[in-house]
């Protein structure tokens, strides 16, 4: 399983968390283990963010870049870096279009804050996102592997 690192726009873009998981669940989808700066905890000074942001980036095989990432000072930073580390480089939309292209189709979830009727749950062993209605979701497990399972949050109605 490849291991790639998401960068894009996350200062100044208030919904930066959403963008970037569905992001990642689309890669973790397509069998990529994804390595998301976007969950990391509010609170870290900007420079901290970048440090840790470093050594994720350096860990990662790929990194993946979302379409807003021109925008962003730090993800042209980390542009720089994976060019430096000999990183692949994957351009999200493109990689999205040659999958189309290709045939493969992938359910993508929006997550949200709104109480809805399905929550996601995303497996701490294996990554795979389980979507379950939110009055059975308590007490399940992983449909693939069986796993324990974490709430991301609500699946927005019209996903």
Known sequence: MKTVFLSGKITGDPNYRAKFEAAAQELTAAGFAVMNPATLPDGYEYDAYIRICNVMLDESEAVCFLLDYLTSS???????????KHKEIIYFGLWQKRRREAGETVKVFILT?????????????CGFLNIYSAASGDGRSCEQCGGPIKPLGFVKANA
């Open 74 to 84: 730090g993800a042209l930073q980390e542009l720089l870096r994976a060019h430096q």
């Open 113 to 125: 804050e709104t109480k809805t009727q399905r929550i996601a749950f995303k497996c701490l062993n």
